[in-house]
């Protein structure tokens, strides 16, 4: 029975991964609790709900479904977009002066991060270290 518990959580920890990272933690918790249950009941639901709260906070990013919307967010309020010097990527540290970062809204569930409009690109930005996270095209 042990051994049945043990193979079932690692299944739905492996297939509600991606689900989990696409939303965030709360998102991620959700979904993997609703999986698990449906694959294994209750301990299933557990499982599930733990894995996805796990894996979508350590990722915190935009997911695929939500990055048109957030674009779209972030485009209808007509900020200045901050003329970079450099090519816009993943990783690139953003000048400490200059760049005007914004709060992102609690409905995308990326509380660590801000966005900024930098070469007319929306992009989340760890405020701290103003390194650029994600490239919201």
């Known amino acids: 029975m042990r051994n049945n518990t043990i193979a079932v959580a690692t299944i739905a920890f492996l297939a509600l991964s991606g689900a989990a990272v696409a939303q965030g933690a ?39 479904n939500q990055r048109p919307r957030f674009r779209d967010y972030a485009t209808h309020r007509n900020h200045k977009s901050y003329a970079y010097d450099r090519q816009v ?14 709060e992102v809204p609690p409905e995308y569930e990326v509380p660590v991060y801000k966005y900024a409009i930098v ?12 390194r650029i996270v994600q490239i919201i095209d």
């Open 89 to 102: 990527d993943v990783g690139a540290v953003l000048p400490d002066d200059g760049v005007t970062y914004y």
């Open 119 to 130: 070469n007319d690109r929306t992009v989340l930005v760890d405020p701290h270290s103003h």
């Open 26 to 64: 709360i998102g991620g918790a959700a979904e993997g609790s609703r999986e698990g249950d449906r694959a294994a009941g209750p301990v299933g639901a557990v499982v599930g709900g733990a894995a996805g709260a796990v894996v979508g906070g350590i990722n915190g990013l935009l997911g695929d």
